[in-house]
């Protein structure tokens, strides 16, 4: 019982996170007139979901560990590529003020 707790407040921990980037996202997108990926964090929150009940009703049957794995594994690829969409831009700007740091130093 104690480890489907540390199961749920670990995959409750990137639901919340999942949904503060979705909502972040929306706001961005309508300010940069992007398209709506941030839905895709709907989706992988919605993953994620599934997989806590599958985790409640399979836990220790054969095999079931596969399953949970994979639906893991889907959400958060599913909120990694929307994260892409909208939030790569920063690796951008914080590779070139680390750049322009280390030339004002010479």
Known sequence: MIQYVFFLLGISGFIVFYAVLAHLSARMGEGLRLPGYYRIYYIAILVLALAVFYGWYHTGEK????????LLTIGNLLAIAASHKYWWWLKEELWMKKNKGEGSNE
């Open 63 to 70: 095999g079931s560990d596969d399953v949970l794995i994979i």
